[in-house]
């Protein structure tokens, strides 16, 4: 079992540049959410998704953009890269009811 | 706004010794608060949660403790051990529509000294 898997581990942009992070679950939750962590910040909720087709913006959403088109995959795209977006980035996902949200590896990027 | 947070951004405990993390929150209206361990280099990983109606739930080797009128809340850990060194967060959630959506304090990093 899996869990969450997000690729890439690194990346490296340029200012301009665009990008998905993938991510995948094999844990068949509805739930699946896109967190930042910046030191000191804590991890700051970007978007969210309650099941296939449905998305919605969270604390953080601008440069990002989302889409849900099956349970297990929930990509998170920079379409124009900034430097503000140097961060490591955390999918997660959780079934409906329960509290526990499990975390992928996340991903660390770097925006020059 | 909504906000938690913690008291102490660093501890420093002796291996064998019981530690204890601080957090204070502000939503009354969260329904469950929960403790995610990070250790370096990877994602945060659940430890023990809390519905908001209880004052103290018991896991193993660790206990949160929850002080609703004082909007407080911790995390003691027992016998603290090496594999124990992280960076502890509270968070915390509210039931139905708003269930998917988990706020975070900053953090507190922990070291364990052998």
């Known amino acids: 079992n899996a869990g969450v898997t997000q690729t890439p581990k690194f990346q490296v942009l340029k200012t301009g540049q665009s990008m998905t992070l993938q991510c995948a679950q094999d844990m068949n939750h509805e739930y699946m959410s896109w967190y930042r962590q910046d030191p000191g910040m804590g991890l700051r909720l970007i978007h969210y998704s309650v099941g296939a087709g449905i998305t919605d913006q969270g604390e953080v959403p601008n440069g990002y953009n989302v889409s849900r088109s099956t349970t297990e995959d929930f990509p998170l795209r920079l379409l124009s890269a900034a430097p503000s977006q140097t961060s490591v980035y955390f999918c997660?996902?959780?079934?409906?009811?329960?509290?526990?949200?499990?975390f992928g590896q996340g991903t660390r990027l770097t925006v020059v | 706004g909504e906000s938690v947070g913690l008291h102490l951004p660093t501890l420093s405990v002796q291996e064998g010794d019981n530690s204890i993390i601080n957090c204070a929150y502000s939503n009354s209206a969260s329904d469950y608060f929960i403790w995610y361990k990070q250790e370096s280099g990877k994602g945060p990983q659940f430890i023990i949660d809390?519905?908001?109606?209880?004052d103290k739930r018991q896991g193993q080797r660790v206990t949160v403790l929850l002080n609703k009128t004082v909007k407080h809340l911790s995390l003691q850990i027992a016998a603290t051990q090496p594999g124990d060194s992280a960076v502890y967060f509270c968070?915390?959630?509210?039931?139905?529509?708003?269930?998917?959506?988990?706020?975070f304090g900053k953090g507190t990093l922990l070291t364990v000294n052998p």
């Open positions: 809390i519905r908001s109606n209880m």
């Open positions: 997660a996902s959780k079934d409906r009811e329960g509290t526990e949200a499990f």
């Open positions: 968070a915390e959630t509210e039931l139905g529509g708003s269930n998917y959506k988990l706020t």
